[in-house]
């Protein structure tokens, strides 16, 4: 069965600081690692990462996959109190369908 | 439209009654995926179209879940006799997959609809 954790499951910070999020996994036949930004209800797009080393960047947002370590980490530095909201890993495993992990819900307090 | 839109946003019903939920993807998209969301739990994933057929319904939990495509694009969602634990919230994407390049396609999801079985 695909398996997908995150960690840590929740944490605060204050604005300013540099965060960095986990998400190791272990699928079948890994094809992709997505990452979404979860406000209120609909999951955002963030990356697609396939290859392994490469990173992927975004504004504050960055993120990069390890597939011989089985884990993708997201950073997001200078954090502001917008980018408070539940980070959700997901994996595809070729079937098209994602496995995801329980998210990390990222407080920014002013 | 230029993202994916469900209705109702928000659904209560009594335990027991039939619900209908209804997802709009983005156009031209081929792919429509639902997953449901409970409290504290990470999106469960529940079926799959293809254009108009469900190559995997492997995650819907009972015989009372079904879900149809027509035309390629609008889905709905139904729940038979709704039990408590149902309650949820049900969420929609859609993504365009190219020919055998599957995994790597982007899901872009809806707002979703918050569902509560009394």
Redesign the interface.
């Known amino acids: 069965e695909d398996k997908?954790v995150q960690s840590p499951l929740s944490l605060v910070v204050h604005e300013g600081d540099t965060v960095t999020l986990n998400c190791s996994y272990e699928v079948t036949?890994f094809?992709?690692l997505?990452w979404?930004k979860q406000e209120?209800?609909?999951?955002?797009?963030l990356f697609?990462l396939?290859s392994s080393g490469i990173e992927k960047k975004s504004g504050r947002l960055s993120s990069i996959l390890d597939k011989k370590e089985l884990f993708s980490i997201l950073n997001i530095t200078a954090t502001q109190t917008g980018d408070s909201a539940v980070y959700?890993c997901?994996v595809?495993?070729?079937?098209?369908?994602?496995?995801?992990?329980?998210?990390t819900m990222l407080l920014v307090s002013p | 439209g230029a993202g994916v839109s469900q209705s109702p946003s928000n659904k209560v019903t009594e335990k027991g009654k039939d619900v209908e939920l209804r997802c709009d993807p983005i156009s031209g998209h081929t792919a429509l995926y639902w997953y449901r969301q409970s409290l504290g739990q990470g999106l469960e994933f529940l079926i799959y179209f293809q254009g108009n057929s469900a190559p995997d319904k492997s995650g819907l939990p009972s015989d009372r879940f079904s879900a149809e495509r027509t035309g390629g694009s609008v889905s709905t969602l139904t729940i038979q006799r709704t039990q408590q634990e149902d309650s949820a919230v049900y969420l929609c994407a859609s993504s365009f997959v190219k020919a055998r390049k599957t995994g790597t396609d982007t899901q872009y999801f809806g707002p979703g609809t918050r569902l509560t079985v009394l």
């Open positions: 997908v036949n094809r992709s997505l979404y209120k209800k609909a999951p955002t797009f697609m396939t959700l997901a595809n495993s070729g079937y098209s369908t994602l496995t995801f992990g329980k998210g």
